[in-house]
């Protein structure tokens, strides 16, 4: 069975601090792994990352993928109050282009 | 440009009764989802669409129907409701990946919150 699994489910941090959120799989046929950032509504769209390395976003948030451990991080410096959401991990299936998610880690960041 | 857009955004049910949840998307896309997310649980995908006409089950298919007679529309239906489906739902849409479109990406509408009571 596909699996992603995300740690911790939960965070609480102060403005300025730096998060790390995990990300490991299991799945079958595997083509990327994206991750999106979910407030109030939709989730929307962060990265995705393919190969392994690092991808950048926005000078704040950094990801990386390592398809031999099968893991991805996602970091998140110099936090602020607008970063708290919840932040999915989602595997991007070879066939069907389907997604498979993880839980989600909810991220608090105090002012 | 709307990108996508879900009807309704919230619907109390009582179990038994049916409803229809109306995806629209004004991208082009080829590709639909339908998604169920509950607490502690992430997204799960119910049932999914490579194309106008076509539709594939997916993770959790059971309970619910789909139907893809527009491009940009992709309805999902429950027929007989119950507590279990008690759920936020997605809809997304993507490029075809295998035609060479120019992401993968899956874009989401805002949700239906659906309660079956």
């Known amino acids: 069975e596909d699996k992603v699994v995300q740690s911790p489910l939960s965070l609480v941090v102060h403005e300025g601090d730096t998060v790390t959120l995990n990300c490991s799989y299991e799945?079958?046929?595997?083509?990327?792994l994206l991750w999106y950032k979910q407030e109030k509504k939709a989730p929307t769209f962060l990265f995705m990352l393919t190969s392994s390395g690092i991808e950048k976003k926005s000078g704040r948030l950094s990801s990386i993928l390592d398809k031999k451990e099968l893991f991805s991080i996602l970091n998140i410096t110099a936090t602020q109050t607008g970063d708290s959401a919840v932040y999915l991990c989602?595997?991007?299936?070879?066939?069907?282009?389907?997604?498979?998610f993880g839980a989600g880690t909810i991220l608090r960041v105090k002012s | 440009n709307a990108g996508v857009t879900q009807t309704p955004k919230f619907r109390v049910l009582k179990t038994g009764q049916s409803m229809t949840l109306l995806c629209a998307q004004d991208?082009?896309?080829?590709?639909m989802y339908w998604y169920r997310q509950d607490p502690g649980m992430g997204l799960r995908l119910i049932h999914y669409s490579v194309g106008e006409g076509t539709t594939a089950k997916g993770e959790v298919p059971d309970g619910y129907n789909v139907s893809r007679l527009k491009k940009q529309n992709f309805l999902l239906g429950l027929e007989s409701a119950a507590p279990s489906q008690t759920s936020v739902y997605f809809c997304a849409s993507s490029y075809n990946p295998l035609a060479g479109g120019p992401s993968y990406e899956q874009y989401f509408g805002p949700g239906t919150r659906l309660t079956v009571t």
């Open positions: 799945v079958t046929n595997f083509r990327s």
């Open positions: 989602a595997v991007l299936m070879e066939y069907g282009n389907k997604l498979v």
């Open positions: 991208m082009n896309h080829e590709y």
